[in-house]
């Protein structure tokens, strides 16, 4: 298996995570450690500048998906 699709693969499973939780993957959950880790792994990748095109439009999308599912207080 290569890199990339090793990549397209955690991609799927973070994007299928958060359509099916509607919920980021959270830091205290062990099961949910590997694709917290990707996604903070690929974030300092896509902002030191070292990603690789192809990945970084599906990388942004899946940012903002993220960014839709962000916890919400629950007193607002």
């Known amino acids: 298996m290569t890199q990339e699709e090793r990549w397209i693969i955690n991609y799927n ?10 919920r ?10 590997l694709m917290l880790n990707w996604v903070k792994h690929n974030r300092k990748l896509l902002n030191a500048g070292n990603m690789k095109e192809e990945r970084k439009v599906l990388f942004l999308e899946l940012l903002d998906l993220i960014e839709q599912n962000k916890r919400k207080n629950q007193y607002e």
């Open 13 to 22: 499973e973070v994007m299928d995570f958060i359509r099916i939780n509607h």
């Open 24 to 33: 980021n993957p959270s830091k205290h959950r062990i099961e949910e450690h």
